[in-house]
């Protein structure tokens, strides 16, 4: 009778510790890896911390940390959301399976993924020792990019797809469709052409590129110039090798490749280093660029943290990214736009704000919202580069990134940046200032009906008397004649005085 109660004493308590017994306990630190085709390794990290029923820690990123949120377990089941600091957020679930943590990986505006996790012992993504930054010092100017930066970069369209054949073929094509001619002379190469680094740390390609100096001698020969990207982290956003801690040994070696521009891109670097670090940790690259003795173009890709446009010049910047990334919607192109007025008086010769590539021919908008993207990059005294297949352009696309007004306004050697000067009603009206007494409008339509407008000439302050080119419709305007322009839905209408030659 005892042994009977004593082992269903045994049998209750089994039964009651049960969820416990078989709850999963995720916490550690967990590793997704997986090779890729042009030899670099994508990772993924999970550290985890269980509590109960209450997952903490974060997902890491080659790019950088999110912070979990939200996350819960039940059974071997979880879920968890998590956070960078600037709002970009991730949600996964998945389950315990064995010893693998089997997730299913939610983005925003991208398809759900899966991955297989396995526990690690230590964090691939851990930096010991972070090296300090150093002393800060003022740059002369090096004399590059006097007039915005234009040309083509392989980002937009292409991302990890770019490779040595496809930037062959944009190099022809730039020449074969005329845009090297209109002034498109820089072919920047983005993310993903990075391999591991040799024995004495000197970066290698990866087998996309099999011969960088060769690459750029082969651009170089059709008379542009040839640009490159990198990261200050020890990961670039894409995950690919970062120039931390070889920034003067990568500096050299773009050099000795006859590298004529480089993009250098944050990313991993917010892992090791606060916004407020930023100025001193571009010092550095732009300390080693200068110690090349090449001319190279400096371009600071920070997304307008840390009011970059304030420090940008002092580092050697020839342009900073003034905003997070473009997309190729009208709604996130105008996101950017709202946010450009206010910073217009950074802008100089030699020193320009970025809004970020141009995404004219990629599909995604209208031909009149294209139309609209271009003019106001040129409002902006923007970089402009091209961001579409120039193999194969529609004739919209062609006559919208050659033409001549629009590209000479944004090369107006003044350099002086557009602003918005007013808002009536869906239309706002933005002027920027040319050389020798010019002056360009742009009225932007932001309904997605036409507007019939009469341009406010008085109330933007021009001379009753002036001649005007519209420049999308090559047409000649003289004041007071005083037409009324209907701007067809998301459009735009692009004046600039005449010159008198
Ligand atoms: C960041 C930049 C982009 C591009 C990608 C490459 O998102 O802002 O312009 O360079 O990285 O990974």
């Not at 398809?111 to 930096?127: G, H, I, N, Q, S």
């Amino acid at each position: 009778m005892v042994l009977r109660m004593k082992s269903l004493i045994a049998v209750l308590a089994l039964f009651l510790s049960a969820p416990l017994m078989f709850a999963a306990d995720l916490t550690g630190i967990w590793l997704y890896s997986a090779k890729q085709p042009d030899g670099h390794t994508d990772r993924e990290v999970f550290v985890l911390r269980q509590n109960g029923t209450q997952l903490s820690g974060k997902l890491e990123r080659a790019w950088g940390n999110l912070v979990i949120q939200q996350g819960s377990v039940d059974g071997n089941h979880f879920t968890v959301t998590a956070k960078t600091d600037d709002g970009y957020t991730i949600a996964c679930d998945g389950t315990l399976e064995g010893d693998k943590l089997h997730v299913t990986v939610h983005e925003p505006n991208a398809k759900p993924y899966e991955l297989v996790a396995a526990r690690t012992k230590t964090d691939p993504f851990l930096v010991a020792n972070v090296i300090p930054s150093p002393a800060l010092h003022d740059f002369l100017p090096n004399g590059l990019a006097k007039t915005p930066p234009i040309g083509w970069n392989s980002w937009n369209l292409f991302a990890g797809r770019i490779d040595d054949k496809t930037v062959r073929e944009m190099a022809d094509a730039m020449v074969s469709s005329g845009l090297r001619d209109a002034g498109y002379i820089y072919l920047n190469i983005d993310d993903t052409w990075e391999g591991d680094r040799d024995a004495s740390g000197v970066i290698q390609t990866n087998n996309k590129f099999p011969d960088m100096k060769a690459l750029a001698d082969y651009v170089h020969s059709k008379g542009l110039k040839f640009g490159i990207y990198s990261s200050p982290g020890p990961y670039t956003c894409a995950g690919y090798e970062g120039s931390y801690a070889h920034e003067a040994q990568d500096a050299k070696t773009y050099a000795s490749w006859g590298v004529d521009y480089l993009k250098y891109d944050w990313c991993s670097a917010s892992r090791l280093y606060p916004d407020s670090a930023m100025r001193a940790v571009y010092q550095k690259m732009g300390d080693a660029l200068r110690a090349t003795n090449r001319p190279i173009v400096n371009s600071l890709c920070q997304y307008g943290r840390d009011n970059v446009w304030e420090w940008g010049p002092k580092v050697g910047g020839n342009l900073w990214r003034t905003t997070g990334d473009i997309n190729d919607t009208y709604k996130r192109m105008m996101e950017i736009v709202d946010t450009q007025s206010a910073i217009a008086k950074w802008a100089s010769p030699g020193q320009w704000n970025d809004p970020d590539m141009l995404e004219v021919g990629n599909g995604g908008m209208t031909t009149d919202e294209y139309r609209t993207h271009m003019s106001l990059w040129a409002m902006f005294a923007a970089p402009l580069l091209a961001g579409n297949d120039v193999r194969n352009m529609s004739a919209d696309t062609r006559s919208i990134l050659l033409n001549k007004d629009v590209i000479a306004i944004d090369q107006d050697p003044l350099g002086k940046q557009g602003q918005l000067v007013f808002k009536r009603g869906d239309v706002d009206y933005w002027k920027r200032p040319l050389s020798g007494g010019g002056v360009a409008i742009a009225a932007v339509n932001r309904a997605s009906t036409a507007a019939p407008v009469k341009i406010p000439w008085r109330d933007l302050g021009i001379e009753p008397t002036s001649a005007f080119k519209d420049v999308w419709n090559s047409k000649l305007i003289t004041i007071p004649s005083d037409p009324t322009f209907t701007i067809p839905p998301h459009g735009v209408v692009l004046l600039r005085t005449e010159l008198v030659r």
